[in-house]
């Protein structure tokens, strides 16, 4: 279940993001993981 909603997030985030950068026409955004 956690390996379920930890995909679904990263999903929900680099869609948005793809938005995102879509809307602003220069915006690129980059993963920055913290562990």
């Not at 985030?13 to 793809?18: E, F, N, P, S, Y």
Request: glycine share 2%.
């Amino acid at each position: 279940m956690k390996e379920k909603f930890y995909a679904y997030i990263q999903n929900l985030q680099d869609r948005i993001t793809a938005n995102l950068e879509a809307i602003d026409g220069e915006a690129v955004f980059r993963e920055d993981l913290w562990a």
